[in-house]
């Protein structure tokens, strides 16, 4: 990590009161966001379907999954990967991650961020955050939508600046209304480099 991003972020948290979130990014001139090369999601699950749609329009490449990983790993990317350093996000089911951020590591690639979302059974989603602290806060906000969260962290996600993915990770545990029917996870894959 560079003492210049260390010192943009503490002063960046400084005037957070006093500018607002996208006026810390402004003020210092950052770059809007992390270049996400795709979206992955998970046709099977609605919550997942919403996602991965949210991020298409904002237009991130969307690639859909019917629960196998494989051809979107060889299609996509580990060709994207190959050429490169690409971040890439989705909302998938653990198996899911776990395959994809295995294949990562051989990659250069760490995930920077997970959101596990649990569903209860009574009507309730717990959303356990694990991700840089800035980014946890914003997440906490977007997630306390009922049904709304997969696009609300969908549009977070795909905006994120690189001043959110600096700085000490912090957890925090959202509970929202709704139902999923199977435990999923939200992600963001970047650059090993990306990650402090």
Same mark, same amino acid.
């Given at each position: 990590?560079?003492?210049?991003? #260390? ?16 006026? #810390? ?71 899911q991650l ?16 997970? #959101? ?9 989603? &717990? ?7 800035? *980014?946890?806060?914003?997440? &906490?906000?977007?997630?306390q939508h ?37 435990? *999923? ?12």
């Amino acid at each position: 990590m560079k003492r210049r991003s #260390v010192l943009k972020a503490g002063l960046a948290t400084s005037l957070l009161p006093l500018l607002g979130l996208g006026g #810390v990014a402004k003020a210092f001139d950052l770059k809007s966001s992390i270049q996400l090369k795709a979206i992955l999601s998970d046709r099977r699950f609605p919550m997942s379907s919403a996602f991965g749609a949210r991020a298409a329009a904002m237009g991130i490449p969307h690639l859909a999954t019917n629960g196998d990983i494989t051809a979107i790993w060889l299609k996509h990317l580990d060709p994207l990967w190959r050429e490169g350093k690409a971040s890439i996000m989705g909302l998938t089911t653990q198996d899911q991650l776990f395959c994809l951020e295995r294949l990562a590591w051989d990659r250069g690639m760490k995930v920077l961020m997970r #959101v596990e979302h649990r569903d209860m059974g009574r009507g309730e989603i &717990t959303h356990i955050i694990d991700a840089p602290a800035l *980014l946890t806060a914003q997440s &906490t906000l977007a997630l306390q939508h009922e049904n709304l969260w997969p696009s609300e962290l969908a549009s977070l996600l795909g905006s994120c600046s690189p001043s959110q993915c600096i700085g000490h990770r912090s957890s925090r545990e959202v509970t929202s209304k709704g139902r999923l029917g199977e435990h *999923l996870v939200s992600w963001v894959i970047v650059p090993a480099s990306q990650v402090s």
